[in-house]
């Protein structure tokens, strides 16, 4: 695995980056970064979010752009460092996902954005969500109700997020909001703080809706352990 780690390195520094880019908008709140060390920003007592703007090897988005739905992964596991090669391993082969192309890209790439997530939140339990979506899941502008989670999308349209000054009206108006809105590009990772970091925290955004598009998008979610995580994942549960 660190070997591909390297390789993704090397790869993602001659990357084109892949979707359109809006400008971020500079805000007290809101900061950018370089690496996935640098999404530790978001421990900042005043930062809100964190957007690591970041290229991917070609052959990974291509690969998965070429993927039929039912092909792309779907799980969630609770997994301790230690164990999180296997464990992310292990569930893409139980989803159905293809051994081949470039899916060693993207496992690698889960492990080492839960690995930066464990090291933010100073836990040793990653809950490791991979989703594909073709419908208008969290379409409502909302908080996540969570100390902070970390999100970046593989395929088709990602997060969109509005800045503090706005989140009042788009959660208002939700679907009749008109004010100025944010998105993230196709791989950026992003750190959000949520509602339970303190009275009045926590950004808004809502996935992109895309029912009736026939578009399907690849999600990964990282959060800290909760009454929602799953058991933990051990090798012996997963050969049972």
């Known amino acids: 695995m660190s ?3 390297g390789e993704m390195d090397g790869s993602m520094a001659e990357a084109r980056m892949t979707g359109v880019r809006a400008p971020i908008m500079s805000s007290p709140t809101i900061a950018t970064c370089d690496t996935a060390e640098g ?78 997530f464990a090291a933010i939140a100073g836990v040793d339990l990653v809950d490791v969500r991979l989703e594909r979506i073709s419908h208008d899941a969290c379409w409502r502008f909302h908080r996540d109700c969570v100390d902070a989670r970390l999100l970046t999308t593989y395929r088709g349209p990602a997060t969109e997020w509005v800045q503090p000054p706005y989140a009042g009206d788009a959660l208002r108006d939700q679907k009749a909001y008109q004010g100025p809105s944010e998105h993230l590009g196709i791989h950026d990772v992003a750190v959000f703080k949520g509602s339970c970091a303190g009275p009045g925290r926590g950004i808004v955004h809502r996935s992109p809706p895309i029912a009736g598009t026939g578009q399907t998008r690849l999600l990964l979610v990282l959060n800290k ?14 050969s049972t």
Do not use: C, Y
Request: charged share 15%.
């Open 39 to 116: 999404l530790a920003a978001i421990n900042g007592a005043d930062t809100e979010l964190v957007i690591w703007q970041r290229a991917q090897p070609a052959a990974l988005t291509a690969w998965l752009g070429q993927l039929a739905r039912s092909q792309l992964p779907h799980f969630r596991v609770l997994a301790p460092l230690a164990d999180l090669p296997r464990a992310v391993m292990a569930q893409a082969d139980e989803s159905g996902m293809p051994n081949e192309g470039a899916r060693d890209l993207l496992l690698a790439d889960i492990t080492r954005l839960a690995t930066a």
């Open 225 to 238: 352990q909760s009454a929602a995580s799953p058991k933990p994942w051990t090798p012996v549960a997963a």
């Open 3 to 5: 070997s591909l780690l």
